[in-house]
């Protein structure tokens, strides 16, 4: 079975800062996907970036990249140039690349962005 | 229509009542999912459509839990016999091999359940 753990519960960073939240998984499949997603307090998700584990490359989205480690099983998410629109929840979240595709997520770590 | 509704979105109910909750997806969609969110967790994966046969179902999906999608489109989840413990937010998302890829799903607004 797969888990996904983020160690950090809450977070907060200075406006224009940047900040990296952290995530481990455990898993034995060789194809699979990663993400973060991004719940606001209106609680709808959001997805903010996804990688593929087969790729090598970290991916980015605008302000946001990932630090990929597939050995170590760790995937962190970089948030540069920090938005008060960034304050949300954090979910990082595993997906097989087969059969149902459905996430299996972290606990979440509370990002609060301070002015 | 951009994305996926759910209706209702608050519902407070009494213990041992019964409860539905309907979800609309994205129209070309044909992968439906329902997940489960307690307070200060990540949703929990509950059921999986595609197209309108239930293909898988979580351990965490007791008898008093079922779930339908007539016809591939919207789809219902019903709760009987509520209990406390079902509190939570229920959260519905859909996604496509054709449109996007499978690998991403769109979640709705969820349903926030209160068993009193």
């Known amino acids: 079975a797969q888990t996904v753990t983020q160690s950090q519960p809450e977070m907060s960073v200075q406006e224009a800062e940047t900040v990296t939240l952290s995530c481990t998984y455990d898993?034995?499949?060789?194809?699979?996907?990663l993400f973060w997603y991004k719940q606001p307090p209106s609680r709808q998700m959001i997805l903010v970036i996804r990688?593929?584990?087969?790729?090598?490359q970290n991916a980015t989205e605008n302000r946001f990249s990932v630090n990929f480690q597939k050995a170590a099983k760790s995937f962190s998410l970089k948030i540069s140039d920090s938005q008060l629109g960034d304050t949300a929840m954090y979910f990082c979240?595993?997906?097989?690349?087969?059969?149902?595709?459905?996430?299996?997520f972290g606990t979440g770590t509370r990002l609060k962005v301070l002015a | 229509d951009t994305g996926v509704s759910q209706d209702p979105r608050h519902k407070i109910t009494k213990r041992g009542q019964n409860v539905t909750f309907r979800c609309d997806p994205i129209?070309?969609?044909?992968?439906l999912y329902w997940y489960r969110q307690t307070l200060g967790q990540g949703p929990e994966f509950l059921t999986y459509?595609?197209?309108?046969?239930?293909?898988?179902k979580s351990r965490l999906l007791s008898d008093r839990f079922s779930a339908e999608r007539p016809k591939g489109s919207f789809s219902t989840l019903e709760i009987q016999r509520t209990e406390q413990g079902d509190s939570a937010m229920y959260l519905c998302?859909?996604?496509?091999?054709?449109?996007?890829?499978?690998?991403?799903?769109?979640f709705g607004p969820g349903t926030r359940l209160t068993v009193l």
């Open positions: 459509f595609q197209n309108e046969a239930q293909l898988e």
């Open positions: 998302a859909s996604s496509s091999l054709l449109a996007g890829g499978p690998w991403e799903q769109f």
């Open positions: 979240a595993f997906m097989r690349a087969s059969g149902t595709y459905k996430y299996i």
């Open positions: 898993t034995s499949e060789n194809n699979y996907y």
């Open positions: 990688q593929e584990a087969y790729k090598q």
């Open positions: 129209s070309e969609h044909n992968r």
